[in-house]
C-alpha cells in the first residue's frame, strides 16, 4: 500500500490527498483543478499561512520579505529557480511581512529576507539574508537530513 500525503493546494488552499508515488506526475487539486506544485512559490496571507503550515506533510520553505527590501527583490529570482528545483518535495511560499505584519512580528522576523524552514508545522531552521538558488537548495537539503 502506498503513503498518501496531505497537500495544501497553492490556489485555493483547500488540503488534498496525493499518493507519496504520485507527487511527481504533475497531481491536481480536487477543488479548483489546478496544478498543485507549479514551480512558483504560493504568496501567502495569514490564513493560507496557516494552512499551508499547519496542513501539508511536506516541509514547507517560506521566505519572509518586503516589496521595499533591496536584498528581497533581488532574491525573487533565485528563490523561483529553487521552487522549480525542490519541488514537489518542499512547498516554497512567500509572505510579504508589509502585508502581514502579524506574521513577521509572531515569528520575530528581525531581518529580511529571513527563509524559515517547516516541517510537520514547526520552525526547524532559519537563515536571515539574500541567497543564491544553489545556495537555497543546498540549505534546504542540509536541513531536512
Known amino acids: 500500500m502506498t503513503d498518501s500525503l496531505h497537500i495544501v493546494c497553492p490556489?485555493?488552499?483547500?488540503?488534498?490527498r496525493v499518493r507519496s508515488d504520485q507527487l511527481a506526475s504533475a497531481p491536481t487539486c480536487g477543488s479548483c483543478k489546478?496544478?498543485?506544485f507549479t514551480g512558483h512559490p504560493a504568496a501567502l496571507d495569514e490564513a493560507g499561512f496557516e494552512r499551508h503550515i499547519g496542513r501539508n506533510q511536506i516541509p514547507v520553505l517560506v521566505d519572509f520579505w518586503a516589496p521595499w527590501c533591496g536584498p528581497c527583490r533581488a532574491m525573487a529570482p533565485a528563490y523561483e529557480q529553487a521552487a522549480a528545483q525542490l519541488e514537489?518535495?518542499?512547498r516554497l511560499a512567500k509572505v510579504d511581512t508589509e502585508a502581514?505584519?502579524?506574521l513577521g512580528a509572531r515569528f520575530n522576523?528581525?531581518?529580511i529576507p529571513t527563509l524559515a524552514l517547516f516541517v510537520n508545522g514547526r520552525e526547524v531552521?532559519?537563515?536571515p539574508g539574500a541567497m543564491a538558488a544553489a545556495d537555497i537548495v543546498r540549505w534546504v537539503q542540509s536541513n531536512l537530513r
Do not use: E, F
Not at 490556489?11 to 488534498?16: A, G, I, K, L, V
Open 11 to 16: 490556489h485555493c488552499h483547500t488540503t488534498n
Open 34 to 36: 489546478k496544478a498543485l
Open 88 to 90: 514537489p518535495r518542499v
Open 100 to 102: 502581514v505584519p502579524s
Open 109 to 111: 522576523i528581525r531581518s
Open 125 to 127: 531552521a532559519r537563515q
